[in-house]
């Protein structure tokens, strides 16, 4: 085979170079992902989960640290289901587990306001079937399928690396959920 052609096969070329991995499960994600990309980032921290309920559990620490960024300035905003929403009532009756989507909202909830600057929350229930993390130029968006938990969702982590790419796509989804999404206290 002729150099170039090696070449070729393994740099990443085109619309897939933002693609820093796929994984079929975000429980397969190295839960180092998350830790090092909230540790990192700078200037933006979005949270478009639907409960986000795992980072308390899988990044120690998330509290502190998000207060820390939040009070330096980053843009820190969490996207939460609706908890009152009739399309959560029948996620719930999908996902029939005893942790109703309800309490994994409250208790990120909780865990937000124990931080010691504002994080604004708003809710929503346009999200449901795909989240999206954002933290500056790095996303992690877990596509859900079927019955299964956030947790066996197929997850990918982007990185930008171009105008109008996977990247730039996602934040705009976050963005438009963002602007749609009901203030969940009327401060935020």
Not at 4 to 26: A, C, H, N, Q, S
Not at 55 to 83: M, Q
């Amino acid at each position: 085979m002729w150099w170039p052609e090696i070449v070729r096969r393994t740099v990443k070329t085109g619309t897939d170079r933002e693609l820093v991995g796929v994984y079929p499960r975000r429980a397969d994600l190295p839960r180092s992902v998350f830790r090092e990309a909230i540790e990192r980032a700078n200037f933006r921290l979005w949270f478009g989960g639907y409960t986000s309920y795992f980072v308390w559990l899988e990044v120690p620490g998330a509290v502190t640290t998000l207060a820390a960024k939040a009070s330096a300035g980053a843009d820190l905003r969490f996207l939460l289901g609706d908890p009152d929403s009739p399309v959560t009532a029948e996620r719930d009756r999908v996902e029939a587990t005893p942790l109703t989507l309800a309490t994994r909202i409250a208790m990120t909830r909780a865990e937000i306001e124990k931080a010691d600057a504002p994080i604004p929350v708003r809710r929503s229930d346009r999200h449901i079937a795909m989240s999206v993390w954002v933290f500056d130029d790095e996303a992690i968006v877990a596509t859900h399928i079927g019955a299964g938990l956030g947790q066996d969702s197929v997850t990918l982590h982007l990185r930008r690396a171009q105008d109008g790419g996977a990247f730039d796509r996602y934040v705009e989804h976050f963005e438009s959920l963002w602007a749609d999404g009901k203030p969940a206290d009327p401060q935020d």
